[in-house]
């Protein structure tokens, strides 16, 4: 029924994911803040991050792991539709995906950023699913990448030890609609609790005539209120993959795979607890790059497929939340073998 009313279905067909160079563990955190590898390890699951170097852009990330999404799903990079960067740290704030589609060669596509914090891979996954469902666009190439070691205040122990690069991409296919990978989702936000997480602009007044003034300034670093964006997610997250489930006519217990933002191992734990799901079905690859915005859920997909976890057939329940706030559910039917 769902399918018949769409002209294609969406397949993912390739995925990839890069790194930038500097590493930072959480002994070499001790260094900088007052904190230990015991307290960070036992609140968050996090071991080490990835960190760019001055020299390392966004785009050279996002290009990278776009290369190698692209080569997995042997697609060209002239037959891509869409090019769509999911980042809240884009190189040039006008947008950095035209970028990215420049240095891949895309010349017949069209490139635009998306902001959604940690939420923007899943926003940009049901985004593109829509282009090709009208029928619109057959190719495109979905990246979710962020640098927020550029934004995060460096003396400060409850949200530094959180943080780090990354940049994860998958190629979105159009198919037969009666093989749509996306059975199901659910897309929230409430700006309510902005206040919660944020990264915003402070500017001082100045004056340019009597009558008129503008405000000039910079980005305050990431602020976030950890224990209340804690409950929001793990009362959040369970609601909003019941109501993706629900659209997909499945329940949680035929769901194979829990692929949640790597932002807390707690908050996944807690996730899979309350969906009666078992630790093992948790997709967890926090330990080795933190919390990395709009990069973690692609960059984890990206390292479950190279490592043959996931098969085809199989049931994955995605989701993303964080600042805005912003949350969201896609339940996607495996397909690559
Ligand atoms: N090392 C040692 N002690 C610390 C550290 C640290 N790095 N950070 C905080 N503490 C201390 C605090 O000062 C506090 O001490 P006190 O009891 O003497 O006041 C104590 O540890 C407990 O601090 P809490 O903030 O209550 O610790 P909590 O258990 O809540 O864990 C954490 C903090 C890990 C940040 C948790 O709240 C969390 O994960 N929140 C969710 C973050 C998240 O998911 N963000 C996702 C979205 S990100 C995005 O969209 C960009």
Not at 67 to 72: D, H, K, R, T
Not at 182 to 200: A, K, R
Not at 277 to 306: F, H, K, W
Not at 308 to 332: M, P, R
Request: some cysteine; hydrophobic content about 45%.
């Amino acid at each position: 029924m769902r399918n018949g009313l769409y002209s294609a279905g969406i397949t993912i067909t390739g995925s990839g994911s890069a790194t930038p160079s500097g590493r930072l563990s959480n002994e070499d955190l001790t260094q900088m803040v007052e904190t230990s590898d015991e307290w960070i390890t036992t609140r968050t699951g996090i071991k080490q991050r990835c960190v760019a170097a001055p020299g390392e852009s966004l785009v050279d990330i996002g290009t990278q792991a776009s290369q190698s999404a692209l080569e997995m799903a042997n697609v060209h990079p002239e037959q891509l539709d869409l090019v769509i960067l999911a980042t809240s740290t884009p190189d040039d704030l006008f947008g950095s995906a035209v970028s990215i589609q420049t240095a891949l060669g895309a010349k017949k596509a069209v490139a635009f950023d998306l902001t959604a914090a940690c939420s923007g891979f899943l926003f940009g996954l049901v985004n593109a699913a829509q282009f090709i469902r009208t029928g619109m666009y057959q190719k495109i190439l979905l990246v979710g990448a962020d640098l927020l070691s550029r934004w995060v205040d460096w003396s400060d122990r409850s949200t530094c030890i959180l943080f780090g690069d990354g940049a994860g991409a998958v190629v979105i296919e159009a198919t037969d609609p009666q093989r749509d990978a996306l059975l199901g989702f659910e897309l929230c936000s409430d700006g309510q609790l902005s206040h919660t997480l944020t990264l915003s602009h402070q500017g001082d007044s100045r004056t340019l005539l009597d009558s008129v003034q503008v405000s000039q300034g910079n980005y305050q670093p990431i602020h976030m209120k950890g224990k209340e964006v804690y409950r929001f997610a793990v009362e959040k997250v369970p609601e909003v993959i019941s109501k993706a489930l629900f659209h997909a006519e499945l329940t949680s217990q035929q769901v194979d795979w829990l692929l949640l933002h790597q932002a807390n191992q707690r908050i996944m734990d807690a996730v899979a607890q309350r969906l009666n799901l078992p630790q093992e079905s948790v997709i967890s690859n926090l330990a080795s790059y933190g919390n990395t915005s709009a990069a973690s859920i692609p960059l984890a997909l990206d390292e479950a497929m190279r490592a043959s976890q996931l098969n085809a057939g199989e049931i994955i329940a995605i989701s993303g939340f964080g600042a805005g706030l912003t949350w969201g559910a896609a339940i996607v039917q495996w397909q690559i073998v």
